[in-house]
């Protein structure tokens, strides 16, 4: 059964098996997958009673950027498998909802087309083994109003996933083709590597755009991000596609966040799954908070539209969750509201 | 198979399904409901040997009345709904038995008729958008004999609920609309405005009936509603229904009732099934222990009557209880007599 | 499947299902008699290697007793129940093993019968309603050869049971009935009023036999039993039967065993069942460790030859287990053997 | 379903249910077996991101040896049971692959025949009644080319194992019968009283090769057996059948492996199932990691051709994983990398 906030049911019925499959598959065993959403529910939430809850403001700010909701849509490639309104469809909806929308360089749609219904953005970068391919997509980014870019870490090579699946993404991934003349198809593949040094080079290229550094689970792997230039670290292990047995992102956030205090801002995906897990991220250090599958499976049901009343009901329910713990603002979620079991 | 301390299966029996799953249902997915009664059965009983158990006296006193149990009767609304006795039969079971009766601001009998019967009974103030209505009943509760008000904190808003019910409570709670002349439906809804000044509200309305807060789950809130003028604070997550995912009761109670002290007294309910849970609770510092659901399901099953063999079940099986571990009266029951796994 | 080491499947076959029920039951929901057999489990081995385990010997002594391995037969009644040899088959059995046996007040044979095929045996004492019954039970078996007096704590009222049974153990437990001319039933009910005091009269009673208190779980009480004149302390919940959701004894083993130090013996029963199970209770502090069910359910199956088979099976396992330990006697089974998970 | 690195269907498929049993069986209720397996996964991986992983190097050195890979063939005895190939087949692959193998004292080839094929490998030595069987086995093994003994010390008697199989392991155990004229059975069984002197007199036979002693599980044997001469210790629990309920290889790893520092190379075997578990061996301290079963289904499945696959299919898994965490070498595996939960 669908509820308003988990739309895999209905994308279910409307996909082929493959394509449903390479969106839900993890690495390894789906132990990540899994641990992922439960480490979520290990916080428990310590509400506070009689703070005197009528007007609830969600509004916050990501990197300088005003937006109307902590909960962000995380990078996801190849849209148009899902729906054929692809990124355009996403992006249009986050517009409407003042969310964030970030971009993967594995997107299928064109560029422009994507920006031209876009509100505030972000690009995802993947550096690829030609750097000048990587290079092209971040100058067009930059002229087409993206405002900060997301350097995935986690991915120096595209793992072994658990359900194989006849869908090769390979070819799917057409906006960065779009970009360039380079036909050769391993051009395109991650490059293995990417170091610390190549935060300071997305600065250089972008003409100085903020960098976030998505993938990390430590604080030590933090500090490094933030001493090499990066203005954000986004905790993340790829909604466990790319590692099996990694540290789920609801225990790694706190160290991380810890670790860079008020020197940078911290992002998180993996596993969310409604306003009580946004809550538990914002308690422990998060300023926004991502969706990865459940954005994918809400344009699968219903395209634009679909994504749009994903947003909306996580709003309702983010509001509804604030009240009943006694907070009206994100900067009033407090450490304090959760606690380990 | 019900046993007398549980009648829910011969209440399913009885009930519409609208109406039974209206009372079993909680927040969420239901999390809380399940850690309410599992965080119970953590705590370990470690019963004394040897200390000579003839006589058991369950004799306690709540903020200055004489109960002959500290099992009470948390409050709960739309009891007609599940039995047409509704809370006249739960207040006269519980004035025979000797036990305390919580009547709900939600009650769907007329207060007259409810307090024409009771034994000692405290009134459960939800503060409504229309205080003059919540004036009205507590004034007149003060007048019909209430010794205590229970301002419940946990519901601002009333939550989203898990099975939804085509039952519709708004017009089932009928006590506070006899008692004024007010029709518009929406002066009836919680107050979102509540805070701790409403604690000092109600001590004057109420012409300074002691204060129990209900739905406290942390230190520092039951030391503010003490500070406030709190007589006593309920640890309580409303039976699950108000926020999933939140601290159990049982987890949450030893931190207040340390908190507080000799301060104030500390009740508590959620998840309590046998003699057990109750042993627990006193053990981890409560004073009294509250029944919600399992009154329900007795009333459904045979009225006044099934309320009466519930608690005088509930008696004979704490009782039992204090002897195996070795303890003759609530005082007796001490904190060394549990221990978490 | 039946193995040696636990024939409860054969006695299910041949048993009426109320007394299979009767043995088989604990209290409550039955929790502390699935706690017990999962808290030996939690507490891993750790072998030693090289040690040199060519010969191996289990002998050991109990309250100044030799005896062939710490594995003991603990208290049970009404054996005649599962089996027409009863009592005297048990005793026969652990008499030919060298094993010590422990005869429940509540036996159903003769107590000359049990005596004349006893080896080293013990009884076990429930205070009764009438004392000068308890006296004349104490007296006689002293005479018989009783070597101590092992005073049940956890018992002073018997607790409602999960599983009701149609069998009604009162009449059954006809040795005391046989040693007095007291037909008035309640004077055969457990005494409630049972103190420490009681410890020094039943060495009076039985001209200064030692007394070991059964039913501990706390360090506190243990330092208790031994300041008011016990030899020894068992640790026990009686299999789970008293009092449901109480500390199970492979936990409380370690805290009683540390608490009483060289100054009284220990042993242990509850939920063992097979060597590693009472090579871990000698590693926390036990010098005897007891079987109750295990050994209804060889006698049910095939008298006393099962009983016989049973300890058989044990002394080969635990050997067994020894060697892959690498200790060569009970003194050497140190606390270091084992670690809480 | 196979995968790559778990034959274990396809062996069922073509292995008499007899022999799949004896090789799946472990002691006791197979506890240990299961919690080998989750143990390994209960260390989250901790990654690092941006380290730059272009290329990895997974050649190592044991005792002086260099090899391929961490990933070494554990001994296991008469291999010729799964397939005819037997020791002679896994020898092969492991040659081809440049891994480490390591062959029983309860082989089932012809020791000249093994050696012929064989690349880098150690015998395991189980000493046996008659001592100079050992010995013989011992010299003939250093003549034929063996760097090492590894003396099992966690077998002073084979334990009963949990599947009743209808193989007689005694008489399949022929390369020791070859090398010797005994006949009288007995004298091929383990000796019960080895001792750390044993390490001693196993490096005098054989002219002085390393000693490593397999099945260590504690700090304090670790120790003394580098005390007693030993070159490495093998932390092992027999893959669960010698003792069950033993403390988990992947939980007495970073105990060992702490206790002998840099003083002896450490090992370790027991339910690894992918590159992800070997990471985590190599970051709790060891320097090769065995797979027992696992070999033996691939031999089953495909004779040497089966193990080769295996291995290679381990080198690629090891690969990605030491990419996705972001290590370059095994030597890059440090300990940060993982944490208990
Ligand atoms: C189908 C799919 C494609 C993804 N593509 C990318 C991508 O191109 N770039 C990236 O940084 N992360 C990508 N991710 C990871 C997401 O950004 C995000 O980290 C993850 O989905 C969060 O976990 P969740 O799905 O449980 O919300 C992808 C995830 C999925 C499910
Ligand atoms: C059907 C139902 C109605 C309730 N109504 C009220 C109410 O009107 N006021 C209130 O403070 N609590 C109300 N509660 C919460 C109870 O007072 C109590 O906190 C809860 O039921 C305890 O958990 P238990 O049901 O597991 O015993 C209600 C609970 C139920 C199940
Ligand atoms: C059917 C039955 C009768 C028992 N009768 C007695 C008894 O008369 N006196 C006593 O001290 N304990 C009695 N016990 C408790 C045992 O002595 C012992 O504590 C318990 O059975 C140990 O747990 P186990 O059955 O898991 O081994 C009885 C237990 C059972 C199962
Ligand atoms: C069928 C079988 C035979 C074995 N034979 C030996 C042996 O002869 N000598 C030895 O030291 N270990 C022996 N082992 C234990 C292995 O060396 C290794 O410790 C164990 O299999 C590792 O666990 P795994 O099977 O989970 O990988 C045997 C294991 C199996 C499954």
Redesign the pocket.
Known sequence: MSSPLDREPDARGVLPPDIHD??ATGAGDEETVAA?RDAWGRWWLRPRVLTGVSDVDLTTTMLGTTVSSPVLV?????QRQVHREGEVGTARAAAEAGALFVL???ASCRLDDVAAVAGPWWL?V?VLRDRGITEEVVRRSVAAGARAL?L?GD?PVVSTRSRRSSFDPAHAATMARDLTDVRDDSAYEQAPDVTYADIGWLREVSGGLPVVV?GVLRADDARACVAAGAAAVWV?N??G?QLDGVVPTAVALPEVADAVGSDAEVFV????RHGRDVVRALALGARGV?????V?WALAADGSAGVADLLAAYEANLTETMQLVGARSPSGVTRDLVTWR
């Open positions: 390479y969106v992922n995380a990078p996801t490639g190849y993967s360089t594995r995802q993947y997301v995935t991915t998505k993340s790829h909604g596609r995906d993996g596993g969310v991502g969706l990865g599958r459940a994918l």
